[in-house]
């Protein structure tokens, strides 16, 4: 019977990850539910509300993503332009009327001009001022705009690694994982919250999956919000075959990082409307403890709101 408390080294590493995800399966649930339940009301679930303020015609060749512009042909995304600060507004409270306390908007951009920043910090305005708490995420951050952002009320920036550092240059080759590290110390030097995860499913191997945990536990302090994303695998990508991944898999990284990482809110991310309710049910048992909430993704669909609210009334769970 293994010990549900047993500590991990410090700095944790990629073996003690893999050693995790090689317990017999109700073992590491026993044990991700006990550490939960020692910083968490187990049945209590973060909402945030997703806005993509500007789709498609991205200059970065991310193979999961449908909205590089190097393929809009072949996955069907048109380029839009930066939405309106009245779209934003309208968007904003419909979301909190439902119930999300968060609202995150994303951009395809490798990073944002100074210029479009000004725009996006106004809508940051607009949600705060609507008393919910902002997310964005809008690639790589230049000299000077975290600190923008900051000042303006911003509360987390999401920016994900993705993947283990081994695996990344097959999935992106235009910006490096390094970059990515960059953008998420400026963000914390800055003094907001960081939102950042991975994506599983991608044809990586366990200890890839294994080694993306490591590295985000490894972030001094580990981020507050770690969104794990289960590939939406968008027709027209270069991921759009990617190997189908075994659903306990999928499980047993949610509570590796949950285990991995006990003070931070799990995200239950991208992919839940292709997972049945019974799944979402042992990602919540395993410590995923937010979701996104509200019927689209970025350019993808997500589980409808009623059907959220009757999964959460059957599971007997309520938001927070
Ligand atoms: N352009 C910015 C960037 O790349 O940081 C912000 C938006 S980008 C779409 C945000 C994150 O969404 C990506 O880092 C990735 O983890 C996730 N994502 C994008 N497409 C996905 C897909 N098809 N399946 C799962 N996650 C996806
Ligand atoms: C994150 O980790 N997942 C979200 C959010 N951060 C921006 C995005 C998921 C996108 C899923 C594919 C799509 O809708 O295009
Ligand atoms: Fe662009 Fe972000 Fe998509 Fe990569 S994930 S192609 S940076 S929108």
């Known amino acids: 019977m293994t010990n549900p408390t047993l500590p991990l080294p410090t700095p944790i590493d990629t073996a003690a990850v893999e050693a995790l995800f090689a317990l017999p399966f109700n073992d590491l649930l026993y044990r991700a539910q006990t550490v ?19 789709t498609g015609g991205c200059s970065e060749d991310c193979a999961y993503c449908s909205q590089s512009a190097r393929r809009d042909q072949e996955t069907g995304i048109e380029r839009g332009k930066l939405l309106d600060l009245e779209e934003v507004k309208v968007a904003a409270k ?18 944002p001009k100074d210029g479009d920043l000004d725009r996006v ?11 919910m708490e902002a997310c964005l ?4 951050l230049g000299p000077g705009q975290a600190e923008k952002l900051a000042a303006a009320g911003l509360d987390y920036y999401n920016h994900n690694l993705d993947t283990g550092a081994e695996f990344y240059d097959r999935i992106i080759t235009t910006h490096s994982q390094e970059a990515r590290m960059e953008t998420l110390m400026s963000v914390r030097r800055a003094g907001m919250k960081i939102c950042c995860g991975g994506i599983i499913g991608m044809g990586e191997s366990r200890k890839v999956r294994a080694s993306l945990i490591a590295q985000l536990a490894s972030l001094d302090p580990p981020p507050e919000s770690v969104p794990i994303n289960h590939l939406v695998a968008i027709p027209g990508t270069p991921l759009e075959n990617a190997p189908p991944l075994d659903p306990f898999e999928f499980v047993r990284t949610i509570a590796a990082a949950r285990i991995a990482m006990p003070t931070s ?3 239950l991310s991208a992919g839940r409307q292709q997972m049945s309710d019974e799944l979402q049910a042992l990602c919540f048992l395993a410590g995923a403890n937010s979701i996104f909430y ?6 993808s669909g997500n589980p409808d709101v009623a059907h959220d609210e009757a ?7 309520t938001g927070c």
């Open 36 to 54: 939960h339940r020692q910083h968490f009301d187990p049945n209590k679930i973060q909402r945030s509300t997703l806005l993509s303020i500007k």
């Open 94 to 111: 419909a979301a909190k009327e439902k119930g999300a306390t968060r609202f995150c908007m994303g951009a395809a951009w490798r990073g």
């Open 121 to 131: 910090i106004e809508m940051v305005r607009v949600v705060k001022d609507l008393g």
């Open 137 to 140: 995420t809008l690639g790589l």
């Open 265 to 267: 809110y799990v995200r």
């Open 294 to 299: 509200g019927d689209k993704l970025l350019t």
């Open 311 to 317: 999964l959460f009334a059957r599971l007997g769970l």
